[in-house]
């Protein structure tokens, strides 16, 4: 059996996160993404991104979490399943209290073991630490997993349409958006 917990990312990360952003696309996206962008997506220029929003971000609302599953029987013996990474809406600047999903992935063979849900809850005590009240996340109209993952959570989609041009083929994307400013004490 497996244990799972969530910590902020460190600079040690950055090649596994970008391991499982690559790895994760062109397997959870091949049918949505034009396969040239999955073949072109490289491995090293995406951990020079990852490391730059790990050891520099741009602001200390900005965070990249990972997901690390720990075996039970040995607790030395961790890896690194799946990534977030949120800070404020820079889609909405003029608008300080809210925030967005730049990206999370869990790579699919540690899929529905939690690690999603707690790297959301991670989040959330985030955004509530920068005052962020409302959020948002823009998933692709076709990858249903993910969809249903964000509504079970209590996210629901706003109505915000995009559409990517993705080596000249059109794909979709919904925004999503959820409330998690403190609850009110009775």
Same mark, same amino acid.
């Given at each position: 059996? @497996?244990?799972?917990?969530? +910590?902020?990312? +460190?600079e ?12 994760? *696309?062109?397997?959870?996206y091949?049918s949505i ?16 991104? *990852? ?28 890896r ?13 600047? #003029?608008?300080?209290?809210v ?22 809850s991670? @989040? ?9 009240t409302t ?6 109209a ?10 079970? #959570?209590?996210w629901?989609?706003d ?28």
């Amino acid at each position: 059996m @497996a244990l799972g917990y969530v +910590r902020p990312a +460190r600079e040690t990360d950055v090649t596994e996160i970008a391991r499982i952003q690559l790895s994760t *696309w062109r397997h959870a996206y091949a049918s949505i993404v034009p396969q040239d962008v999955l073949d072109a997506m490289d491995e090293r220029w995406l951990a020079e991104h *990852w490391h730059e929003a790990c050891v520099n971000p741009p602001s200390p609302a900005h965070q990249v979490f990972v997901a690390v599953e720990q075996s039970e029987s040995d607790r030395q013996n961790t890896r690194v399943v799946g990534f977030g990474a949120v800070g404020p809406d820079e889609e909405e600047p #003029a608008e300080a209290s809210v925030g967005a999903v730049t990206e999370m992935l869990i790579e699919p063979r540690f899929g529905r073991r939690g690690h999603g849900s707690r790297l959301l809850s991670a @989040a959330v005590s985030h955004w509530r630490e920068h005052d962020i009240t409302t959020v948002h996340a823009w998933v692709f109209a076709r990858d249903a997993a993910t969809l249903a993952f964000y509504k079970s #959570a209590g996210w629901e989609t706003d109505g915000s349409r995009r559409t990517l041009d993705m080596s000249g083929q059109r794909v979709a994307q919904l925004r999503l958006h959820c409330d998690v400013s403190e609850p009110e004490e009775t």
